[in-house]
């Protein structure tokens, strides 16, 4: 096996001359171009389950008593072609493991040589390599297996069932069940090309294989209990079927019995059926023929007409409409007062005026006595009461307390207490609905 030159240490052509520098290109392209001719040849049959192992080991290019510790990764393709044929597949678990093709050819490729470019990218140097395998597919039609069975294992993955022992293993577990007088193991698949989930790396759980195996005699009684009602129904209810054969797969092999597919191709009837011409299927009507380059002139101006105006004279009615109601169908302020009963409209307006007088007293903050502490209206009559002062009295020196003056309405009335001695009674006089009304509001000083 070549490696490509450069690796760790290689570099630009620093300091050299321009003939050893083109020297070295083309020793390079020498060395990449007889790096695929390096083959090896292999031969698969069809109907059959074929692997190939790309060894660490071999790529590097050592002896056999060495193995690198470098992560090394492969690549591989169908020469001339992005990726593998569709039978061939491919798996590499870590940098640090074998890669392994492994497939079942088709007829239609036997005779053909399919040649595998093998790319080896060693992750620590950045040397790679090139490999090709050669693989001869021949045909095993002198072996036909009518009867095929399909095992799901769940405790393999791929590349260890693909291992000859285990796979040897395996055939014989079946052989003791079956016995027949040819086995051959058909397909493997790993479960993760059928849909299956990733496992998850907890108590080393394993993503299942597939293995088709075929014989040439019927299926035994065991493998037939699989298709009893019991078990069926036992499958149904995600549980376990009874399997009296099972104990002999048991030691290695934990088969999930609810998955196994048996298929018997001498009983396999033709399934092709002639297509009679009747409803919901089209005469033939010829070849196909296209319209002409030359096509009608269509004029859009209606359509667009009809697109624009509608939408338009919807929101216009609608325009006026809404108009209407917000500027013909209002009350006015006029119409709003007559309605309205006099004791709320005088609410609302000392409400306001005390509104205004906190917004202007809020541009001013030096005013020390508010007039909105005063009350401002009457709550029986609802007469309008005007402050103990006016707006131009200078209220900055004004004291918390300050007796008041008599007020309109008001009378003192001398009253004799005991020991000759006199004090003043000050009454305010109220009219309500017509009738004067006295109330006793303070007793103001001795005489």
């Keep these: 096996m070549l490696r490509a030159p450069g690796g760790a240490g290689g570099g630009p052509c620093v300091g050299r001359s321009p003939a050893t520098a083109a020297a070295l290109l083309l020793l390079t392209a020498v060395l990449l171009s007889s790096a695929g001719d390096v083959d090896e040849t292999v031969n698969w049959k069809t109907k059959q389950a074929n692997s190939f192992v790309i060894s660490r080991k071999m ?35 870590t940098p640090y493991s074998d890669g392994v093709l492994y497939g079942s050819p088709t007829a239609e490729n036997v005779g053909k040589p399919t040649v595998i470019e093998i790319t080896a990218y060693n992750r620590r140097t950045f040397e790679t390599a090139r490999h090709n395998l050669v693989i001869n597919i021949m045909s095993a039609e002198d072996f036909p297996l009518p009867y095929q069975a399909e095992f799901f294992i769940k405790n393999m993955n791929v590349e260890e069932m693909l291992a000859s022992e285990v796979l040897g293993d395996f055939l014989g577990a079946v052989k003791n069940v079956w016995q027949p007088e040819r086995l051959n193991a058909i397909n493997i698949t790993s479960a993760l090309d059928r849909g299956g989930r990733v496992p998850l790396p907890i108590n080393d759980m394993k993503e299942g294989v597939y293995v088709m195996v075929g014989a040439d005699v019927p299926f035994s009684s065991c493998l037939r209990e699989v298709e009893n009602p019991q078990n069926q129904l036992r499958c149904s209810q995600e549980m376990e079927p009874t399997i009296t054969c099972d104990k002999k797969f048991r030691a290695q092999f934990y088969i999930d019995w609810c998955k196994i597919s048996l298929v018997d191709k001498t009983k396999q009837v033709s399934t092709y059926q002639e297509v009679v011409c009747g409803e919901g299927i089209l005469p033939d009507g010829g070849e196909y023929r296209p319209p002409p380059d030359s096509l009608k002139s269509r004029d859009y101006y209606s359509d667009f007409l009809i697109t624009l105006a509608v939408p338009s004279a919807v929101a216009l009615v609608l325009f006026l409409v809404l108009a209407y ?27 306001q005026k005390s509104t205004k007088e906190l917004r202007d007293m809020s541009k001013n903050r030096e005013i020390a006595w508010p007039l909105s502490t005063l009350p401002v209206f009457h709550p029986v009559t609802g007469e309008i009461v005007p402050p103990l002062h006016t707006d131009s009295y200078d209220n900055t020196s004004m004291p918390l307390m300050q007796a008041q003056p008599n007020l309109p309405h008001q009378t003192q009335i001398p009253q004799q207490q005991a020991a000759g001695e006199f004090r003043m009674t000050t009454f305010q006089r109220f009219e309500v609905n017509g009738i004067p009304e006295e109330r006793k509001l303070t007793e103001a000083m001795d005489l």
Excluded at 78 to 84: E, H
Excluded at 326 to 349: A, F, W
Aim: net charge positive; glycine share 8%.
């Design 59 to 93: 790529t590097a290019g050592q002896s056999a008593g060495e193995i690198s510790n470098d992560p090394i990764t492969f690549n591989t393709n169908l020469m001339g072609y992005p990726d593998r044929p569709g039978w061939l597949r491919y798996i590499q678990r």
């Design 325 to 351: 109601i917000m500027c013909c169908r209002r009350e006015g302020v006029e119409k709003r007062n007559m309605y309205t009963p006099d004791i709320q409209l005088v609410h609302h307006s000392a409400i």
